[in-house]
């Protein structure tokens, strides 16, 4: 089982997969989808970092594109914090309370069921 919090300003990709395993629940996974977005563009930027050695012609176009990508990352890392901060899943430090994240989707989930 992970670890029940995960501190925003040093997450990793495995951080990023806990929030996703915390979020799944049939019911609004927000906060899974960014992290597997987030994911996805920082796996992108590793392989564009390959790229600038493996295709020396192309340098300037590689570089331009772990730019672009790490404007992106950014941002995205920017609207997960603030998702997180909106759904009061953060404490006080800064730590994703992974735990509420799972109720608040497993609540989501039995209102939608409750509606059928």
Request: aromatic share 6%.
């Amino acid at each position: 089982m992970a670890q029940s919090t995960i501190n925003i300003s040093q997450i990793s990709d495995e951080d990023l997969l806990d929030i996703c395993r915390f979020a799944e629940v049939i019911a609004c996974e927000c906060p899974g989808y960014l992290a597997r977005i987030l994911r996805q563009v920082r796996s992108f930027q590793r392989y564009t970092e390959g790229c600038i050695e493996q295709f020396p012609e192309d340098q300037e176009t590689h570089r331009w594109l772990v730019e672009q990508a790490t404007q992106v990352e950014k941002l995205l890392f920017q609207t997960v914090v603030e998702l997180m901060h909106r759904e009061n899943l953060l404490d006080e430090s800064g730590n994703v309370l992974l735990n509420k994240l799972s109720e608040r989707a497993r609540e989501i989930a039995l209102k939608q069921l409750g509606s059928l």
